[in-house]
C-alpha cells in the first residue's frame, strides 16, 4: 500500500507541477498558485465528506505549521527557479525534501530493511537524473539561488513531517487547515504586491481563460490529491519510504513533457527513470 500511494503520490504532484508550469508561462506563478490553493480547499473539503475531518486542537496546531510550511516552500521555490539554474536547483529541492523525514524516521527509530535502505538510496540518486538536465551552459547557482533551494526543501519536507503527525481518525482535517493557512498566506502575498505598486492587479484576468483556467484547476487538483495519497501511504508504512517515493514527481513532470510538448528525453533521465522503476522493485521485495 505504501508503495502505491506513494507512487500516486508522487504521479500527482508531478502532473500539478506540469500543468501549473505551463499555466505560470502565461500568467504570474503567485497568481496561479492561490487561486489553484482556493480549488484545491474545495477539493479537500469535498474530499472530507468520505474520509472524515476532525478540528480538534492539536489537529489545528498541526495543520497551522503544515500550512506556513507550504505556503513557505512554494514561495523559495518560485524564487529558486526563477534564479536558476532549474537542472541544479530542482533536484536539490527535491532531494532535500525527501532527505529530511527519512533522517526524522530513522532518528525516531524506524526500522527500515536492507533492502529498503538501498532502494532509498538508488531513488534520491534517481531523482538527481530524472530531474538534471544536462546541457553546455549548466552553471552553479548563486547563493541566494542555493538558500531558496534549501528553504524549497525544508518546507516540503515540513509539509511531509506535519502531514505524518496527523493523529489516528482525524481524517483530512489537517490538511484542510494547511490549505487555509497556506491560502491566506498566498493571498497576503498577492495583496501585498498590489499595495505595494509592484503589481497593477490582484490577479490577471488572462488566468480565467479558457486556456489557463483548466490548467489552474488541475493542479490544485493534482496537489491536493498528492497531499491525500501520501497521507495514505504513510499511515500504512513508512515515513521514509512514503517520502523517497514521493520525491519521484519529477519523473511524472517529464514523461507528461515527453508525450505532450514533445521535449526530448535526456539519456541520464532515461537513466534515472529506469534506476527509479529498479528501486521501486526492490522496495517491493523488501
Known sequence: MTIIFGLLSAFSYGYADFVGALAAKKVRALAVTTVAF???LFVALFLSLFFGASFEPNVIQIGIFAGICSAAAITFLYAALALGPIS??????AVLSAMIPVLFDVAT????????????VLILIAVVLVAFIPGEDVRL????????SVGAGVGFAGIFLFLDMAPEGSGLGVLVVMRVVGLILLAAGLIGLLLSGKSKVLVERELFSKAILPLVLLAGLGDVTGNVFFMIATSS????????????????????ARIFLKERIALSQNIGIALAIGACALLAAG
Open 38 to 40: 482556493i480549488f484545491g
Open 88 to 93: 541544479i536547483v530542482s533536484p536539490l529541492t
Open 109 to 120: 527509530g524506524q526500522q527500515l530493511s536492507s533492502f529498503a535502505l538501498v532502494a532509498i
Open 141 to 148: 547557482p548563486s547563493l541566494r539561488a542555493g538558500l531558496y
Open 237 to 256: 508504512g513508512a515515513l521514509a519510504v512514503a517520502a523517497v517515493l514521493t520525491s519521484l514527481y519529477p519523473v511524472g513532470t517529464i514523461l507528461l
